[in-house]
């Protein structure tokens, strides 16, 4: 007898940390609805993303490729995404209505990487702005969110006016009506194609928050919910570097983040804030899903791109080897005979977006293209003993502090590859990574094992990161690897 195909919901936030979930222990932020889902499901706990930043991260995610097939190791706009197989494309050829709502970040702005209809919001895009830019690329008519808000508010309206910056730290409540944000938004046209939907075909939904990324602009109520509460205060180790701090931090957009301790708390509170209106959007997303009756069919998975330092290390926003930037939520959700495994289930192997595309395949019972590199993570959630992986490498390119991680379920190793630095932490122990063990004489066998390992990840790539067996610093940076699918 041939198997249903379920109706798929991916929910997916841009720059949320992982541990930034009250069912992850996180001691400050609330998110009942997200927990709700984790405790229904199955949580990864050991969730990344192998190039934090918004387009390596997504090219990973559309794709199902590791960097260096996928060729994206940095942010670098205005770059065609041109792939042979896509999440979306695959789906479709498999029979699903493929509906994206909310970010992409693409190029161009209005590829459909495989949709069959995506009504985009991108959040404030630069390179998209620019007066050289052609009017139909231009962000204020491509992007629907943009345009829509224009015609309810008047045509000079726009997000910025709120006087804050789509990196910053700065933080303040949203100043037009809650049904106006994007974040509502979002989730208005999400729950309007439940309504327009072909109710003979499965779909794919893809619903795509820009928040909590910056700008930090949540409607007034939530940040009251964190205006006068005790909050952590951000990690700082043995390892730290407050130079940079020093020079940057008073800088709107600094990726160090503010020197000021009350505008660091001024982070936190915006942030957190745009944690839980997401949340309390997604409950929203949900109410629709069950008024629709179709819960007893559809899977439910929830991520994010990457995350965001938030003052750790004196750090802020994201392309960081760190937990806060490259540890990312992930959620499986749903009815027990699609997915199997018990609820409330937390599974510790490590797992990486490039995972997703595979994972959804399996669940519409489709074939994956062979060049893909992740798996699905379905075994796991059945068995959460299974892994799929031992170890991931991840990297960013940024400059003087371009870097390479591996980690594994209970510790990870760090490579700067302009300075050679090497740090080691033992996740197991120190989650908040505040002490560099790298020369700790009980982990010397350990660090030399994870540096094999870095070796063995980076032999043969074309930046030459590798020369007679050894670690080489000063290799070449490259913002998209030329022996990549994306130039093929």
């Not at 933080?171 to 809650?178: C, N």
């Not at 160090?256 to 301790?261: I, K, R």
Request: glycine share 8%; charged share 25%.
């Amino acid at each position: 007898m041939e198997q249903k195909q379920p109706n798929i919901v991916f929910i997916m936030t841009d720059q949320m940390r992982g541990d930034c979930m009250g069912i992850a222990g996180h001691p400050d932020v609330k998110t009942p609805f997200l927990d709700t889902l984790a405790a229904q499901g199955t949580r990864f706990d050991r969730a990344y993303t192998a190039c934090p930043s918004c387009i390596a991260a997504r090219a990973a995610l559309h794709t199902g490729l590791s960097q260096e097939k996928h060729g994206r190791v940095g942010y670098q706009d205005r770059v065609t995404f041109r792939y042979p197989h896509t999440m979306a494309g695959e789906l479709a050829k498999a029979g699903y209505y493929t509906q994206c709502v909310g970010k992409m970040h693409v190029h161009p702005l209005r590829n459909l990487m495989g949709f069959h209809n995506i009504e985009l919001h991108d959040g404030y895009l630069g390179a998209y702005r620019r007066e050289m830019v052609p009017y139909y690329e231009s962000q204020k008519i491509a992007d629907d969110y943009f345009y829509w808000l224009k015609n309810e508010k008047g045509i000079e309206t726009d997000v910025t006016d709120t006087g804050l910056e789509c990196n910053s730290w700065v933080s303040r409540p949203w100043i037009y009506e809650e049904s106006l944000h994007p974040t509502n938004w979002v989730t208005t046209r999400a729950i309007d194609f439940l309504r327009r939907r072909d109710r003979e075909k499965p779909f794919f939904l893809m619903v795509s928050y820009v928040r909590p990324h910056p700008p930090l602009d949540a409607p007034q109520c939530y940040f009251d919910l964190y205006r006068n509460k005790k909050l952590r205060t951000p990690a700082l180790g043995d390892w730290e570097k407050p130079r940079e701090l020093e020079r940057s931090g008073r800088i709107f957009d600094s990726s160090t983040g503010p020197v000021d301790p009350e505008l660091i708390r001024e982070a936190q509170i915006g942030y957190y804030a745009c944690i839980t209106h997401v949340d309390h959007q997604i409950g929203r997303l949900l109410q629709s899903l069950t008024e629709s009756g179709i819960m007893d069919n559809t899977v439910i998975v929830f991520t994010s791109d990457h995350g965001e330092e938030l003052g750790d290390h004196y750090m802020f926003r994201k392309c960081r080897p760190y937990e806060g930037s490259c540890h990312i939520p992930l959620i499986l959700s749903g009815p027990k005979p699609l997915i199997g495994g018990k609820e409330g289930q937390v599974c510790h192997n490590v797992v990486e977006l490039r995972d997703l595309m595979p994972t959804f395949l399996d669940l519409a019972h489709a074939p994956v293209p062979e060049e893909v590199d992740g798996k699905s993570i379905l075994p796991m959630v059945k068995k959460t003993e299974e892994s799929i992986r031992p170890w991931l490498h991840g990297e960013h390119l940024y400059g003087e502090e371009s870097n390479h991680y591996i980690v594994t379920e209970r510790d990870k190793f760090i490579w700067y590859s302009q300075s050679g630095e090497e740090q080691y932490f033992d996740l197991s122990k120190d989650p908040r990574e505040q002490h560099n063990a790298v020369c700790d004489a009980e982990y010397q066998e350990r660090v030399q094992k994870m540096r094999g390992l870095m070796i063995e990840a980076l032999e043969g790539r074309e930046e030459r990161f590798v020369e007679q067996g050894r670690l080489k610093t000063g290799a070449p940076m490259m913002g998209c690897l030329k022996n990549s699918l994306v130039n093929g």
